[in-house]
């Protein structure tokens, strides 16, 4: 919450890199973690510059919460608790939140009171030095860049066979994929950018997720 306004404002009103530019929180299977995800119009900005500007925004808002002041983290806290005290505005959340808490077999159903006690505990010092901890040496960072095909990217055009609306493509390993409803897509690693020199290429997904380390499913509990 304390990261969405800075980072609306800095990625696309100062910057204008696109509509939809928003930070996320992310639990993924116990390993706590955000992210920020920017959509750009690719005839104006390529995904290399944009990943720049959001390392800029994070250096930036790294500053800012080195020099945050105790009223203004108060006034996030309290704004966040008033938050997760509304009531649902309908069943439809209330199922969400707890089914979710049977799928992932963690059946925490009262998590919205466990969070806020635990927001009225925290200090501003526990939450700079979590924020730098991301950001530290020692931290990880996935950069995913998905590039259009088209036309509009100076793309060269579809190849029309003038045969039935059927689309097809090829595999890897050379057999056609077909659907006669929508178009097959073909996931195209694409070389890395100068720009970006320094970080690791991922070319083969599995061969990538195969060497990593796997750590036991972990349940937040409390």
């Not at 020692?138 to 060269?156: N, Q, R, T």
């Given at each position: 919450?304390?990261?969405?306004?800075?980072?609306?404002?800095?990625?696309?009103?100062?910057?204008?890199?696109?509509?939809?530019?928003?930070?996320?929180?992310?639990?993924?299977?116990?390993?706590?973690?955000?992210?920020?995800?920017?959509?750009?119009?690719?005839?104006?900005?390529?995904?290399?510059?944009?990943?720049?500007?959001?390392?800029?925004?994070?250096?930036?808002?790294?500053?800012?919460?080195?020099?945050?002041?105790d009223e203004a983290f108060k006034t996030q806290v309290t704004a966040l608790i008033k938050l997760k005290e509304c009531e649902d505005t309908h069943l439809g959340e209330e199922v969400d939140r707890n089914w979710f808490e049977v799928l992932t077999q963690q059946y925490v159903f009262d998590r919205l009171n466990k969070e806020i006690e635990a927001l009225k505990l925290i200090t501003k010092s526990e939450l700079v030095s979590s924020f730098m901890e991301f950001?530290?040496?020692?931290?990880?960072?996935?950069?995913?860049?998905?590039?259009?095909?088209?036309?509009?990217?100076?793309?060269?055009?579809?190849?029309?066979?003038?045969?039935e609306a059927q689309l097809a493509q090829t595999d890897s390993d050379g057999e056609h994929r077909s659907s006669l409803y929508s178009e097959v897509s073909k996931l195209t690693f694409l070389p890395a950018s100068a720009l970006l020199a320094s970080a690791t290429a991922i070319t083969d997904i599995h061969a990538f997720r195969s060497s990593l380390k796997l750590y036991p499913y972990h349940k937040i509990l409390k």
């Open positions: 919450m304390h990261m969405e306004e800075p980072c609306f404002d800095f990625l696309r009103t100062k910057e204008t890199l696109g509509y939809h530019v928003y930070p996320t929180c992310r639990n993924t299977s116990g390993i706590l973690g955000f992210s920020i995800t920017v959509e750009t119009q690719a005839t104006k900005f390529n995904t290399e510059l944009v990943e720049m500007k959001i390392e800029d925004f994070l250096a930036n808002f790294g500053e800012k919460m080195a020099s945050l002041t950001r530290g040496q020692s931290s990880k960072k996935l950069s995913i860049h998905v590039v259009g095909f088209g036309e509009a990217e100076h793309d060269p055009p579809a190849e029309d066979d003038g045969g």
